[in-house]
């Protein structure tokens, strides 16, 4: 028996050297009493042991307050591993035995730290497993402030656990040094900003650290660190705890850290404690941070905080210029609708244009020309835009870069003569290309119509009007033909034109014409607008919307403050049935006597008023309420320009009604014709009342559409009762068709309704342009890509320059009439 007995420890001993040797287990001290076990060494309470017949070595913890029982801490199958470990175990496991009662799974913590970790003192294990109780023993006590392989001290991994409450043990009952810095020179404080751990900073700089603003090798103070890893929570720390923000690290201040790495909060955080390093410069380059953005979001965030657009670094770049060679086209374009110059030359004269050439983006190329980029423009060496792609480009794209060139009279591919100085301006000649640039090629473009009609006013004094389809996000191509119309005529459009009509997104650009906002800043507007008003799902909520329209209009501008030049915004009375149009004028109505279009036994509100009512002591004659309510009538005077605007764009599916009011594209979508009977009328009605010389002849009628879509083939829109599965689906497509097709027939703005309008201009001897070009696809109301809409306006751009001899015409006219 005592031979098996004997076997079955050999084999348990044997077992436990190939599972775990360090694992850390409750033995009994009397199984080494005998049976060949021999002491070999003895420290403190750890003895070492030579298990014979196994040949194993075991170290044993003895405890006082079992001696039946002990913790084996290891049992090695090798002497040389025994004699290397018992040393370490007995002279950084004392602090802890002394302190306290050791259990099998307390010690195993600490026996792997002294494991994994030999360069640590017995105060960095007990920082690392949290043993605080273990820290107020004298030896520990010595080696607060030692230092392992790698320099760092008991408080650095305290700060890197996120343990506040063994900082605060370290730092005020040990008087751990926080100037101590590891051989990357990183204090202590270093280490705690790469946690998001707040309460760790808090406690370090309520006693006045010392490393706050310290560099460390890389060039960094906790801040940097903080930012670089968008740690927000410790940003919060550290400048609350007397962090710098405006210390120069290796590449910059913290900000630029945040801007690199895209990390918002941090960079909020850094502007609201200092709003100066909004266009703080970088050491190593003298750029801003937006010079260090790298998304839209990050750009969009310091853009409307005020940061400058077309700031040059110290190496000659603008924002545009660095993200324009960084191919990073919708950070980009967040620079160009919030004001960047397209046409900044930066190092070497090269402008965004130049870049975006060399590097063969095509998106880029076009948004930078949609916005102005001028491709004859020369940099220091005398490159054009068009020279340079037919230098670099040498992909698929090369062909239809220059071809696109060619198309719009960019001739001069030849490389400047070495003779001659490069030029410092524009060579003459260029004319109509100096602000129409780039389109699609010709052969993606068609379309569009320039008719002109008549003698031009023989001499005298004409009426001008402008008519403004509807369109949603499409009034781009309304503003982009505005701004060549604008450019061509050396004069803003309000002082072109008499008279402005408008439904929709055009009512909302009449509005703003008269107001004399510029089209360059109407088409940025409308770029930052979409992604405002265009947010979740349709209907889209209406409050976005309003407060743009009253933060651009001014929320309590009435129609009539601003009287010329007269202006007509077309809504749809959606209280009634049919529905009826509604013009809203900053100029008393004409005062005609009119058939009512409908017998009506109804009593309706005012037409003036545009939602609800207001009460008064005055009651409404005609109106009918059970119990009746007094009310009053507000007169065209109070009409506020922002629910003008709100009620003519209020389209169907799009946005809810603005009280009884719709979009005046259910009935106007080209209000050519309504504005045109608008100004007869007016005048008819100038002349019944013996005022007849104040009425003037309209000469000159300009109607701009936002794009023709492509037709495409419609497979039925046959709508029948089925009989069986597929022709539901039939009848289902058919519908769906349907529905579209009426929709698409009752907001046409091209088609008959141009042809009415030019018909009625032949008739009274007017001047007519239409101006509406030809999409290459279809482009929705709610379009929020910045690539589809870049490409519509590219699409106008080249429609524009087809047009060129029409559109001159046009300017010349205008002047003239």
Same mark, same amino acid.
């Given at each position: ?58 170290? @044993? ?21 025994? &004699? ?53 023993? $004298? #030896? ?53 900003? *790469? ?27 906790? @801040? ?8 927000? =929570? ?63 979001? &990050? ?44 046409? @900044?030359?930066?190092?070497?004269? $090269? ?37 340079? !792609? !037919? ?41 109509? =290309? ?82 004399? *906002? ?264 709610? =379009? ?16 524009? #320059? ?16």
């Amino acid at each position: 028996m005592q031979f098996l007995g004997r076997l079955l420890d050999t084999v348990s001993s044997v077992s436990t050297l190939f599972t775990n040797p360090y694992r850390v287990r409750e033995v009994a001290l009397s199984d080494y009493g005998g049976g060949g076990r021999v002491v070999l060494r003895e420290e403190g309470r750890l003895v070492l042991y030579r298990n014979g017949p196994c040949q194993s070595w075991d170290c @044993l913890l003895m405890c006082p307050d079992t001696p039946s029982v002990t913790l084996r801490l290891f049992q090695v199958a090798s002497e040389e591993d025994a &004699m290397n470990w018992f040393p370490q175990y007995a002279l950084k496991l004392r602090p802890f035995y002394e302190t306290l009662p050791l259990k099998a799974e307390t010690s195993q913590p600490i026996v792997d730290c002294i494991r994994n970790h030999p360069d640590w003192s017995s105060a960095h294990v007990a920082v690392e497993t949290g043993l605080r109780e273990c820290l107020k023993h $004298n #030896y520990i006590q010595s080696q607060i402030n030692s230092r392992d392989a790698s320099g760092q001290t008991p408080l650095h991994r305290a700060c890197e656990r996120g343990d506040a409450a063994c900082v605060r043990e370290l730092l005020e009952e040990s008087r751990a040094r926080t100037d101590i810095k590891d051989r990357q020179g990183e204090t202590a404080l270093h280490a705690a900003a *790469k946690q998001d751990s707040p309460t760790v900073i808090q406690v370090m700089c309520s006693r006045l650290c010392v490393g706050v603003n310290e560099l460390n090798d890389a060039g960094e103070t906790p @801040l940097h660190v903080s930012c670089r890893l968008g740690r927000v =929570e410790a940003v919060k720390a550290l400048l609350g705890g007397g962090a710098k923000c405006d210390v120069v690290g290796g590449a910059g201040y913290p900000i630029h850290s945040a801007m690199k790495y895209s990390e918002k909060g941090c960079v909020e955080e850094i502007l609201g404690a200092d709003p100066g390093q909004l266009q703080a410069e970088d050491s190593l380059y003298g750029g801003t941070p937006l010079h260090w953005a790298k998304t839209a979001e &990050m750009c969009r965030l310091l853009l409307e905080r005020g940061c400058a657009v077309n700031y040059l670094s110290k190496t000659g770049e603008s924002p545009l210029h660095i993200l324009t060679r960084r191919g990073r086209f919708e950070a980009a374009m967040v620079l160009l609708t919030h004001g960047a110059d397209a046409n @900044l030359r930066g190092g070497d004269g $090269n402008t965004a244009l130049h870049l975006a050439m060399k590097m063969d983006h095509m998106e880029l190329i076009k948004a930078l020309i949609v916005f102005g980029a001028d491709v004859e423009i020369h940099n220091d060496l005398g490159e054009t835009p068009g020279l340079v !792609a !037919a230098r670099s480009s040498k992909g698929p794209n090369r062909k239809i870069l220059l071809d696109m060139l060619c198309s719009v009279g960019v001739q001069r591919c030849l490389p400047p003569s070495p003779a001659s100085p490069p030029p410092t301006s524009r060579p003459a000649g260029i004319g109509f =290309e100096d602000f129409l640039h780039l389109g699609v090629a010709a052969s993606a473009m068609s379309g569009g119509q320039a008719v002109v009609d008549g003698p031009g006013g023989g001499g005298r004094k004409l009426d001008r009007l402008l008519c403004l389809d509807g369109g949603g996000i499409k009034g781009l191509v309304l503003i982009q033909m505005l701004i060549a119309l604008e450019k061509e005529a050396g004069r803003p459009t309000r002082e072109l034109f008499d008279w402005v009509a408008g439904t929709s997104t055009g009512g909302i650009l009449a509005l703003a014409i008269i107001h004399g *906002k510029s089209m360059e800043y109407l088409r940025c507007l409308y770029f930052r607008m979409k992604e405002q008003v265009f947010k979740g799902s349709r209907p889209y909520e209406s409050a976005p919307l309003e407060d743009f329209l009253k933060k651009e209009f001014g929320e309590n501008t009435k129609m009539t403050d601003v009287q010329h030049p007269r202006v007509m915004v077309t809504s749809v009375l959606a209280d009634r049935h049919p529905g009826e149009l509604h013009i809203f004028r900053n100029y008393d109505p004409p005062s005609v006597h009119r058939e009512p279009p409908y017998a009506t036994t109804a009593a309706f509100k005012p037409l003036t008023v545009p939602q609800g009512w207001e009460d008064e002591d005055v009651l409404v004659v005609g109106y009918t309420e059970d119990p009746p309510r007094k009310l009053r009538k507000v007169t065209d005077e109070e009409q506020l320009v922002w629910r003008a605007a709100r009620s003519s764009g209020a389209a169907p599916s799009y946005f809810r009604p603005m009280g009884r009011f719709l979009d005046g594209g259910l009935l106007s979508n080209n209000p050519t014709l309504d504005a045109m009977a608008e100004i007869h009328q007016y005048n008819r009605a100038l002349r019944a009342e013996g005022r007849g010389a104040e009425t003037k002849k309209l000469g000159v009628v300009v109607s701009l559409g936002t794009g023709k879509p492509p037709q495409v083939v419609v497979s039925s829109v046959d709508v029948f009762r089925p009989s069986n599965p597929l022709e539901l689906a039939k009848s289902f497509v058919g519908a769906k068709e349907l529905g579209k097709m009426l929709v698409d027939c009752c907001t046409d703005s091209d088609g008959c309704a141009v042809d009415r309008a030019r018909a009625w201009c032949e008739m009274v001897d007017t001047t007519y342009h239409r101006w509406s070009p030809q999409l290459s696809q279809e482009v929705m109301l709610d =379009e929020v890509s910045d690539a589809v809409l870049v490409d519509m306006l590219w699409e106008t751009q080249m429609f524009l #320059y087809e047009k060129r001899e029409s559109l001159r015409t046009l300017a010349k006219t205008l002047l003239d009439a």
